[in-house]
């Protein structure tokens, strides 16, 4: 069977290439390289024993995605696509607006058209905002997010609601991503951002190889155990199998599908910087500062619906998180 992967050059589409490809699913990637290097195909390759079929384009050319669907008999599209990075979001909102909303517009749009109506669609729990209630449940509030780039997955999560209600014979799953962290265990894919990492465990890599001086913690004042962010770490590989479940269950289920994709577990920076320590074998050297404006204090999510319907649940530790982000940061000290 043929899905198209948009963005499956990139950190979680890559990972989620592999597990589709071990698991007899043909991705059809395209992918606008702005933030992925050609060269993962091969590390793609080396890892299945199969070539992917990749074309480069953008989601918001529409001509494009009218090709990439003629050339191929795909089934379903999960779509990764778009801009990531909140802070950037903040100083380039009508590039994130264009890329993450837009090019979800021009995909639907070439989807319908070529009659193919299964969708997955890349969202995250930046949705919920500051969530009044932990864990977070599928049915808690969304919508009070803080910034361009979760304003952009909150955006594109209404449009496929309204699309559906339009024309109820699409089938449209939003899964929305706690915190993806951790790599391939082999070592050779893995995250790779461009430029100063905004997330924490990259950067903490990035510290431990010495591409980096220190870690600077945004805040220990929080009302949380250690006074440090808590979030839900996710496994890539977990989150990777969350894909492949959903696209088995509800590929030709018509209908509107939310699922949370996380462990249920909360962890603090100051944990993280530990297990990384212990996986690295070296101190990570940090600094205390100030709150980072829009940050929350602590979100696990409420992982019962998809282990109840998808018959999915995260397995990998913080411990494997860890080890995992290590051992591919040492194999690649830059990157791809
Ligand atoms: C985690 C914790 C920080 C960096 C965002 C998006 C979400 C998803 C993941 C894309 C917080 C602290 C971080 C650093 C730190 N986006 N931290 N020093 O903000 O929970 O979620 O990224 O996939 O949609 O909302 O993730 O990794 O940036 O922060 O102290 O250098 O680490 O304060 O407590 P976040 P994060």
Not at 43 to 56: S, W
Not at 97 to 123: C, H, P
Not at 301 to 311: F, G, I, Q, V, Y
Request: proline share 5%.
């Amino acid at each position: 069977m043929e899905v198209l992967v948009t963005g499956g050059m990139g950190y979680i589409g890559s990972h989620t290439c592999v597990q589709m490809l071990q698991a007899g699913i043909t991705p059809i990637i395209i992918d606008n390289l702005s933030n992925a290097k050609v060269g993962v195909l091969a590390r793609i390759e080396a890892l299945t024993g199969k070539m992917p079929v990749f074309h480069q384009g953008s989601v918001q050319d529409e001509a494009f995605l009218d090709s990439v669907f003629a050339k191929h008999d795909i089934k379903a599209v999960i779509h990764f696509a778009g801009l990531k990075a909140v802070g950037e979001s903040v100083e380039q909102p009508l590039e994130y607006y264009d890329n993450n909303v837009n090019g979800s517009l021009v995909l639907a749009r070439a989807m319908r058209k070529a009659g193919v109506k299964s969708i997955i669609f890349s969202s995250s729990a930046t949705v919920y905002g500051d969530p009044k209630v932990i864990p977070i449940t599928e049915d808690s509030p969304t919508g009070a997010t803080t910034n361009p780039y979760g304003r952009s997955k909150y955006m594109v999560e209404e449009c496929f609601k309204d699309l559906f209600h339009a024309e109820n014979d699409w089938s449209i799953t939003l899964l929305r991503y706690f915190n993806p962290v951790g790599a391939h265990h082999f070592g050779t894919i893995g995250e790779d951002p461009q430029g100063i990492p905004n997330n924490l465990m990259p950067f903490i890599a990035q510290v431990a190889i010495g591409r980096r001086d220190r870690l600077s913690i945004f805040g220990n004042d929080y009302p949380t155990p250690d006074g440090t962010g808590v979030r839900d770490y996710i496994h890539v590989m977990d989150l990777a199998e969350g894909h492949i479940a959903a696209l088995n269950v509800l590929r030709e289920k018509t209908g509107l599908h939310i699922y949370n994709l996380g462990t249920g577990k909360g962890s603090s920076v100051l944990e993280m910087v530990d297990a990384f320590a212990k996986a690295c074998g070296n101190q990570v050297p940090y600094v205390i500062c100030p709150r980072r404006a829009g940050d929350i204090a602590e979100c696990w999510a409420s992982t019962d619906k998809a282990e109840r319907d998808l018959n999915w649940k995260a397995t990998r530790s913080v411990k494997e998180m860890t080890v995992d982000t290590w051992n591919w940061q040492s194999n690649n000290p830059n990157g791809y």
